[in-house]
């Protein structure tokens, strides 16, 4: 059973940064590719970034391209989500998501979809005042 849980969430100012991680309790954490999503109140739950099982390709979302960066670390397992220039447009509860892509060189396409990831953490608040 894989389990992730995610740290980092708070209120913040809009322009200022914060960094959302997520670590996952597997055993081999290369062999997953990592997203993290959003859901404001009211809306669907959103693709914001994803990363390979070596961290070698990412994508974004264009609303967060230029200001959000995905990285992990797979010796601990973690995965991060560093956001700067903050707008109130961000606010949301933010999600790591998994899916298992094996071992080997990954050349899949990146899944936006959330019912295309197979795990879910529990999600983290993250509000940007005005």
């Known amino acids: 059973q894989v389990q992730l849980v995610e740290s980092g969430g708070g209120l913040v100012q809009a322009g200022d940064s914060l960094s959302l991680s997520c670590t996952a309790s597997?055993?081999?954490?290369?062999?997953?590719?990592m997203g993290w999503f959003r859901q404001a109140p009211g809306k669907e739950r959103e693709f914001v970034s994803g990363?390979?099982?070596?961290?070698?390709?990412?994508r974004y979302a264009d609303s967060v391209k230029g200001r959000f960066t995905i990285s992990r670390d797979n010796a601990k397992k973690t995965v991060y989500l560093q956001m700067n220039s903050l707008k109130p447009e961000d606010t949301a509860v933010y999600y790591c998501?998994?899916?298992?892509?094996?071992?080997?060189?990954?050349?899949?396409?990146?899944?936006?979809?959330?019912?295309?990831?197979?795990?879910w953490g529990q999600g983290t608040q993250v509000t940007v005042s005005s």
């Open positions: 998501a998994a899916y298992w892509v094996g071992a080997g060189t990954w050349v899949g396409p990146m899944r936006y979809a959330p019912s295309a990831y197979d795990y």
């Open positions: 597997v055993r081999t954490f290369s062999t997953y590719v």
């Open positions: 990363i390979g099982g070596s961290g070698g390709r990412s």
